[in-house]
C-alpha cells in the first residue's frame, strides 16, 4: 500500500486511510472501497495484526499475503467484515446506492442481516417490535437492521421502500425506546438514517447492533418487572427462548462472555462455586472503601481466591457482632436473593451462614458518581424504569390477603449502582418485611427515624414499622429532583425542579400525606408517563393536517393519507369525518399506486358507516360516491380485486338504501363496461341482487354487456320452485 502511485515507499494505514487520492497497488481506490479491501484481507487470512508500534504494511511480491503491522488500523471483526463482503461496504456507511444494489442483487436475510419495510409505530407493540428486534440480533451474533427495503414476504432485498420521517420518532425516540425496553442496555447500538436522493424527503434508517457480551438481553415494558421475554435470531426469523435455554445459556454466537458468564450476569449467580467460606475471599489493601454512616459494616474490594474473580465483601465490624447487625444482614442476603433473578437488583453472590458478611459482584459505579449522565433525560427514564421494575417486585405481596411485600426504606443515590450497564437497586438492610413477617416487633419503634436525610419519607421518622410502598415512592420522588437540581434535598421539603415536566411526578410523589401520593410503583410509572411522554396524536388529527397540506398543494399529502387510513382500519372518524371530506379523485393517483393499501380502505370505508354515529342518507351517498370513484378508476386500470372490492361496498349500502342520486351516477357507467371489469361488477351485482334491481332497467338494453344485463334482469331474480316430480307419475 502506497500513499501515491509514484511513492512506493510503505505507509502507515492511519495516514493512507487520511490521504485523499489514495491508492491501493498503484489503482485509486476510495476510503469505502479500501475498507471493503482490507476486510476481504482479513476474512481471507491475508493480512495479520501484528501490533508493533508503528503501523507498515509490506506485500509479497507473489502479491498473495501481506502482514498489516502496528495498531494504527484496527481489523475489522468478523460480523462486519461478513457483512461489509454481502453489501458490499462497511454497514456504518450504507448509502441509497448500495441499498439499490442490494434490491438488484436479491441479497437474502440472514441472523445478522434484517430487511424491514416499515418504521416502527409508535405505540407500545411498535416499541416492543422495535426492542425485540435489536435484543434478539444483540443475544445471537450482532447484525444490521435495515428499514425502508421491501422484502416483498420472500426474506430478501425485494425494493426501496424509504418512508417519510415519522414526527416525534427519530434517533432520540429509538434510543429512548432500546433504553427503556431493554433490560439490560444493549450498549454501542448505531442509529443512522440515511436520506432518500430518489424520494425526495423520504429516509431508510440503519441499525448497527454489536454482538453483546452482556446477554441475555430481555425485553419488557417499563416497569412491568418479571413479565419478560428473551428473544433470539433463528435463520432469518426471531423466536422466543424458553426458560430452559436461557438457564442454559444457549442462545446465539456472540462470542463474547461464556455461557456461565452470561448466565451469571442475569440469574444472580455467582461465576464461581460459592461455599459460605470467608477464606475463600482476600480483602484488597484490608482498608475498606466505604463505611456504612452507622458504623455497622465495612464494605471492601476483594477476590475470590480460587478463581480469581474480583468482587465486593460486605462484612459487619468485630469478631462477634450484635444480634442486631445480624439481623440486618440477614434480611439485606434474604431479599436480595429472593430477587436474584431480577435483573435491578444486586445479587447476593455468596454469604456466611452466620449473616456476619456477603458478598455481591463489582459494580462500575453509583447513581453519585453518575450524576452528569443523568441530566440526559433518556438516562434519567431508564434509571427509574429500572427502579420501579425491582421495587414493583419487592412490594408484590408474597400471597393473597397482604397488603405488600418489602418495602425498601432507604432509597438514595449511593445505593442506586450501575452493574454491566444496567441500573440496580441495593442495601436492603432496612428493608420493611412483607407484613406479619416482622421477627423482631421492636426492632422498629413508633419514634424512632429510619432511612437517610432528606430521602427518607416522612412518615419513616414516625411510624416506620407502618411505612408501606408509598414510602419508596417518596424517596424516587426526592431522587428525580436530586438528579435534575444537582442539589441534595432537606428532610421533609419536596425537592422540586424549578420547572418542565418531572416538576409534577415530583410534586405528587413526595406529598407530606403518604395517602395522596401514587399508592404503587405502577401507579407512579403511570403518572410519568402522563406528564413526561408526548401523547400519540390521534389519527383523526394527523388526517385532518394532512387534509390541510393538501389544500396547501402538499405532493406527498395524498399518499401520506393513504399510508395514514390503511394503518387505522378501525377509526371511524378518520374514515367518515376527513377521508370523505376530501374528493377522492384528489387521492386516485396514491391508491392506484398502493393497491394493498387501497384494498385495506375500501374494504374498512363501508364497515365504518355508522360505527361511531347514526347513519344518515348524506352520509350514506358520500360512502357509495367514494367508493365508485375507486371503482371507475380501478376498471380503467384492470385492477379487478380493488374493483370487486368497491363495488361489493357501494352495493351493500345502496341494497340497504336505495340511493337514487348514486344511482343516477352509476347507471352510465354501467353501460360503459366491457370485459374483464363488466364481469366482475356482473358478479358484484349478482351477489347484491337488492341493490341489482334498483338497475333492472339496463336488462333491456342491448349496447349493455350481456353479464350486466343478465345480473340485473328481474328474470334472474326469481327463483322457479322445483319440480314436482309426483305431479308427473314418478315416485
Known amino acids: 500500500m502506497y500513499d501515491t502511485a509514484g511513492d512506493q515507499s510503505p505507509t502507515g494505514p492511519g495516514l493512507f486511510l487520511a490521504t485523499p487520492g489514495a491508492f491501493f497497488a498503484g489503482a485509486e481506490i476510495s476510503q469505502a472501497d479500501l475498507q471493503q479491501v482490507l476486510v476481504h484481507l482479513v476474512e481471507n487470512d491475508l493480512i495479520e495484526p501484528i501490533g508493533t508500534d508503528f503501523a507498515t504494511v509490506a506485500i509479497t511480491t507473489q502479491g498473495v499475503s501481506c502482514a498489516l503491522r502496528g495498531t494504527d488500523t484496527e481489523a475489522p471483526t468478523a460480523l462486519s467484515a461478513r457483512l461489509t463482503a454481502v453489501l458490499g461496504r462497511y454497514p456504518d456507511h450504507l448509502t441509497e446506492d448500495d441499498l439499490q444494489r442490494a434490491v438488484d442483487s436479491r441479497i437474502p436475510e440472514s441472523v445478522d442481516l434484517a430487511w424491514k419495510k416499515d418504521f416502527y409505530q409508535g405505540t407500545d407493540a411498535g416499541k416492543k417490535e422495535l426492542a425485540k428486534d435489536v435484543s434478539a440480533m444483540a443475544n445471537t451474533a450482532g447484525g444490521v437492521i435495515v428499514i425502508g427495503i421491501d422484502d416483498g414476504k420472500q426474506d430478501y432485498a425485494h425494493a426501496l421502500a424509504p418512508a417519510d420521517p415519522a414526527p416525534g420518532r427519530g434517533e432520540e425516540w429509538i434510543r429512548s425506546v432500546l433504553a427503556n425496553w431493554i433490560q439490560p442496555v444493549v450498549p454501542d447500538v448505531g442509529v443512522r438514517p440515511v436520506k432518500s436522493a430518489v424520494y425526495e424527503g423520504k429516509v431508510y434508517w440503519v441499525l448497527s447492533v454489536p454482538p453483546s457480551t452482556q446477554a441475555p438481553h ?44 452470561r448466565k451469571s450476569a442475569h440469574a444472580g449467580a455467582a461465576p464461581y462455586e460459592a461455599r459460605g467460606l470467608r477464606q475463600d475471599y482476600a480483602c484488597d489493601d484490608r482498608l475498606p472503601f466505604h463505611s456504612h454512616e452507622d458504623g455497622m459494616a ?4 476483594a477476590t475470590h481466591k480460587p478463581s480469581g474473580t474480583p468482587v465486593v465483601l460486605k462484612q459487619l465490624h468485630g469478631k462477634h457482632p450484635a444480634s442486631a447487625k445480624k439481623a440486618r444482614m440477614a434480611r439485606e442476603i434474604q431479599v436480595g436473593r429472593s430477587l436474584s433473578d431480577h435483573p435491578h437488583a444486586m445479587p447476593v453472590w455468596d454469604a456466611d451462614p452466620n449473616n456476619t458478611w456477603f458478598v455481591m459482584p463489582v459494580a462500575q459505579a453509583t447513581a453519585t458518581e453518575c450524576l452528569d449522565e443523568l441530566k440526559d433525560p433518556s438516562v434519567l427514564r431508564a434509571l427509574v424504569n429500572s427502579l420501579c421494575s425491582v421495587l414493583s417486585a419487592a412490594h408484590e405481596a408474597p400471597e393473597s390477603g397482604f397488603p405488600h411485600g418489602w418495602v425498601h426504606r432507604d432509597i438514595k443515590p449511593s445505593n442506586v449502582l450501575r452493574l454491566d450497564g444496567r ?20 426492632r422498629t419503634r413508633v419514634g424512632v427515624s429510619m432511612g437517610s436525610e432528606g430521602f427518607a419519607a416522612p412518615e419513616l421518622s414516625i411510624d416506620a414499622h407502618s411505612a408501606g410502598p408509598p414510602a419508596d415512592v417518596y424517596s424516587l420522588g426526592q431522587l428525580i429532583g436530586w438528579a435534575i437540581t444537582g442539589r441534595n434535598p432537606q428532610q421533609n421539603v419536596p425537592l422540586l425542579p424549578d420547572s418542565g415536566p418531572w416538576r409534577a411526578v415530583v410534586r405528587e410523589a413526595t406529598r407530606m400525606d403518604p395517602g395522596r401520593r401514587p399508592a404503587t410503583v405502577r401507579v407512579f410509572l403511570d403518572l410519568i408517563a402522563q406528564e413526561i411522554d408526548t401523547p400519540p396524536v390521534p389519527p383523526v388529527v394527523q388526517a385532518e393536517a394532512l387534509h390541510d397540506s393538501l389544500n396547501a398543494g402538499a405532493a406527498n399529502a395524498p399518499e401520506q393519507l393513504v399510508v395514514l387510513a390503511a394503518a387505522y382500519p378501525d377509526d371511524a372518524a378518520l374514515y367518515c369525518d376527513v377521508l370523505l371530506n376530501i374528493d377522492p379523485e384528489a387521492l386516485i393517483p396514491a391508491l392506484m399506486a398502493d393497491p394493498p393499501r387501497a384494498l385495506e380502505i375500501v374494504r374498512a370505508m363501508p364497515e365504518l358507516l355508522g360505527t361511531h354515529r347514526p347513519t344518515e342518507r348524506g352520509e350514506v351517498d358520500a360512502v357509495i360516491l367514494w367508493l365508485f370513484t375507486v371503482a371507475r378508476h380501478a376498471a380503467n386500470t384492470g385492477q379487478l380485486d380493488l374493483l370487486e372490492e368497491s363495488c361489493n361496498g357501494a352495493f351493500t349500502w345502496d341494497a340497504l338504501w ?29 351477489d347484491h341482487p337488492d341493490c341489482a334491481r334498483h338497475f333492472s332497467s339496463l336488462a333491456n338494453e342491448l349496447r349493455v354487456d350481456h353479464r350486466i344485463r343478465a345480473a340485473v334482469s328481474p328474470l334472474r331474480r326469481v327463483r322457479p320452485e322445483p319440480p314436482d316430480h309426483r305431479r308427473n307419475g314418478y315416485a
Open 298 to 301: 465495612d464494605v471492601f474490594y
Open 658 to 686: 336505495d340511493q337514487w342520486t348514486p344511482q343516477d351516477k352509476i347507471r352510465p357507467w354501467l353501460r360503459t363496461l366491457t370485459g374483464d371489469a363488466a364481469g366482475s361488477v356482473a358478479g358484484a351485482l349478482r
Open 218 to 261: 430481555a425485553v419488557a415494558a417499563p416497569g412491568n418487572d418479571y413479565n419478560f421475554r428473551v428473544y433470539a435470531r433463528y435463520g432469518t426469523t426471531t423466536r422466543t427462548l424458553a426458560a430452559s435455554e436461557i438457564a442454559a445459556g444457549e442462545w446465539g454466537s456472540s462470542g463474547g462472555a461464556t455461557q456461565q458468564d
Open 423 to 442: 441500573w440496580v437497586l441495593a442495601d436492603w438492610g432496612i428493608a420493611r418485611r412483607p407484613p406479619g413477617q416482622t421477627t423482631h416487633p421492636q
